[in-house]
């Protein structure tokens, strides 16, 4: 049984009511790798809106998509988010962010490039997992979900690094949505040998 959410009151004067469903796509996307909300307050607990782009990140992984509509560059909330309608309250500007260079940084990737056609688009967890796991890194698998849940039918390219201690950028060919991950790093000296 799924938890009741509850309601989140915002001020309507700060408030951005979206409509247009590849926006309200774009948003749910990037709210996806938002960090969850503590008491501190932290810049990376909000969308981030720069220059047609909404962005969100936990640190671990970043997902940027373009927004047809033009909304104010800052920090926002996602208060409310239905199929037919996104609220997002704007917070506060984006200091605190990851700068955009820093993110662009990220987003151009480089390292064995991957094209998953439209046709096998069905299976992209799994062939991500495959294609990943084969590049000798290890992700969370439920990234590797939310990034699959809003890409639309399209090709999708994964760049693998050659480094498997860089991540995994995965970019949907019409370059409306992307998303950068970082691979599950362990530490050789804690991993222990169990002898049966």
């Not at 590849?22 to 981030?48: G, H, K, M, Q, V």
Request: hydrophobic fraction near 40%; aromatic fraction near 8%; proline fraction near 5%.
């Amino acid at each position: 049984m799924a938890k009741k959410r509850t309601k989140r009151f915002y001020v309507e004067e700060r408030a951005v009511r979206i409509t247009n469903k590849n926006d309200i796509a774009a948003i749910n996307f990037a709210a996806l790798a938002t960090a969850t909300p503590t008491f501190d307050d932290r810049s990376w607990e909000y969308l981030c809106v720069r220059d047609r782009y909404v962005v969100g990140t936990d640190t671990n992984r970043i997902h940027r998509a373009f927004l047809e509509s033009t909304i104010e560059n800052g920090l926002y909330a996602l208060v409310k988010s239905t199929k037919k309608e996104i609220i997002i309250e704007r917070i506060k500007d984006d200091e605190g962010y990851p700068s955009q260079s820093a993110i662009d940084k990220y987003m151009q990737a480089n390292g064995r490039k991957v094209e998953v056609k439209e046709k096998i688009l069905k299976f992209l967890p799994a062939i991500l997992v495959y294609l990943v796991g084969g590049n000798g890194q290890a992700i969370k698998p439920e990234y590797l979900i939310d990034v699959c849940k809003f890409l639309p039918s399209a090709n999708v390219i994964v760049t693998l690094p050659s480094d498997p201690s860089n991540g995994v950028h995965i970019l949907h060919t019409s370059e409306n949505m992307e998303a950068f991950i970082m691979p599950i790093v362990l530490n050789p000296s804690k991993i222990v040998e169990r002898k049966y």
